[in-house]
């Protein structure tokens, strides 16, 4: 598939999908892919999870999607092998215009469509909630990864999400599919246990092996403006995130990843040149 566009989303919130997105996103951009981190979530928690701030931000996703005339690259945030474009709290007010406009929810998926070209793989932070943005993203992507938290009520709601996704595939996307779902704030309890087992029951194979345990680090880096693999790089997130990303790249015909640490600290450029990123050690 040319450049794939995978959506993280699960509108169950604290399932640790922004946190899935960011080092996801990072841990393939550290395989010599050309990564693009979409944020569309107005809290814009991925953004600032890559060290952008949000006072900052001159053009982000709201303006792309506002105004169809203005250059997608003038919300790029360039960084080493990952790029941003960003969302900000405007983009709820984008939302509720988007009610009254004609085919709005497809209008991400026009936008990103020519960046398909300069990319490896395009990664979607989606929000929490159903919505014309959840739509957007649900219509721009091409694979879906279901963040599942390790608890009792963590199977809640995937039943609705993928009523809507199959709302999409029957409608405007018929190409989307779930390549996978990911336990995540695994611990070493027995409902973390039950709770793989009952999706490996529901889902098979769509399951991921990989799963992402509970660490004070991946708390810690979206605080400092950084992913884990520069915030803490020999962490059990980082090797968990790595190992992430290898089963997708399988899944995507794209080889095995490598693990490379040697490369230089992200740091996102805009397209005024203005530095943006975070500093690092």
């Known amino acids: 598939m040319n450049c794939p566009i995978i959506a993280v989303t699960n509108q169950k919130g604290g399932v640790g999908k922004t946190t899935t997105a960011i080092n996801l996103a990072q841990a393939l951009a550290l395989q010599d892919l050309k990564v693009l981190l979409v944020d569309l979530d107005p809290q814009g928690n991925a953004t600032q999870g890559v060290g952008v701030r949000l006072e900052t931000i001159q053009n982000s996703i709201s303006e792309i999607i506002r105004d169809r005339t203005l250059p997608v690259d003038s919300a790029i945030y360039q960084g080493d092998n990952l790029d941003l474009i960003p969302a900000t709290p405007l983009l709820s007010r984008v939302e509720r215009e988007m009610v009254a406009l004609t085919n709005s929810e497809l209008r991400l998926a026009h936008r990103l469509a020519p960046l398909r070209e300069r990319y490896s793989l395009i990664v979607i932070d989606t929000p929490p909630t159903f919505g014309p943005l959840m739509n957007s993203a649900l219509n721009a992507a091409d694979r879906l990864i279901v963040p599942v938290d390790s608890s009792y009520f963590a199977l809640m709601g995937i039943k609705e999400l993928l009523t809507e996704v199959e709302e999409i595939q029957r409608g405007t996307n018929p190409g989307l599919q779930v390549m996978g779902y990911l336990l995540t704030l695994v611990d070493p309890t027995n409902i973390a246990n039950q709770t ?10 769509r399951v991921f092996e990989t799963k992402i345990r509970r660490s004070v680090k991946l708390r810690e880096a979206p605080a400092l ?56 050690e």
């Not at 793989?196 to 194979?205: Q, Y």
């Not at 403006?225 to 015909?253: C, N, Q, W």
Request: negative net charge.
């Open 196 to 205: 793989f087992e009952t999706l490996i029951g529901n889902f098979g194979e």
């Open 225 to 280: 403006g950084k992913t884990i693999f520069h915030h803490a790089p020999e962490s059990v997130g980082a090797r968990d995130y790595l190992g992430l990303a290898e089963e997708v790249m399988t899944r995507l015909g794209m080889g095995s990843a490598v693990i490379d640490r040697s490369r230089p600290s992200l740091s996102l450029v805009a397209g005024s040149g203005a530095q943006l990123g975070v500093s690092h």
